[in-house]
């Protein structure tokens, strides 16, 4: 069974940093697609970044683009996304969502929405 667990959400002040983990499980963590997409209650849901294990193909979000950076530790079947210089505007619920299919990829940021498989979500909250 596909499982994602995102972990490292918390409150932290405008201009400060985070680090989200997703820790997957149940898939051959070395040819899959996976990203990041956050959701503010009762907005819709906003694609943060796709990167494909394939080719390394990463997309972010043209507003998020330079603050935040997604890595893998294969050895460790997890996903990191840094969150820099953090903003009000930033506050949302975190998902990691992942396509184990062999051969997945992205091809954009929105290909992340299409995943199969998705964790609960670390909420993050910056106050101002």
């Known amino acids: 069974e596909v499982q994602l667990v995102e972990s490292g959400g918390g409150l932290v002040q405008a201009g400060g940093s985070l680090r989200l983990s997703c820790s997957a499980s149940?898939?051959?963590?070395?040819?899959?697609?996976i990203g990041w997409v956050r959701q503010v209650p009762g907005k819709e849901r906003e694609g943060v970044v796709c990167?494909?294990?394939?080719?390394?193909?990463?997309y972010y979000s043209d507003s998020l683009k330079g603050r935040f950076t997604i890595s893998r530790d294969n050895d460790k079947n997890t996903v990191y996304l840094q969150m820099n210089n953090l903003e009000p505007g930033d506050t949302a619920v975190y998902y990691c969502?992942?396509?184990?299919?062999?051969?997945?990829?992205?091809?954009?940021?929105?290909?992340?929405?299409?995943?199969?498989?998705w964790g609960k979500g670390a909420l993050v909250i910056v106050s101002s």
């Open positions: 969502a992942t396509d184990p299919t062999p051969g997945a990829y992205c091809d954009s940021v929105d290909a992340v929405y299409g995943m199969d498989y």
């Open positions: 149940g898939f051959t963590f070395d040819d899959y697609a």
């Open positions: 990167v494909s294990s394939s080719d390394s193909r990463t």
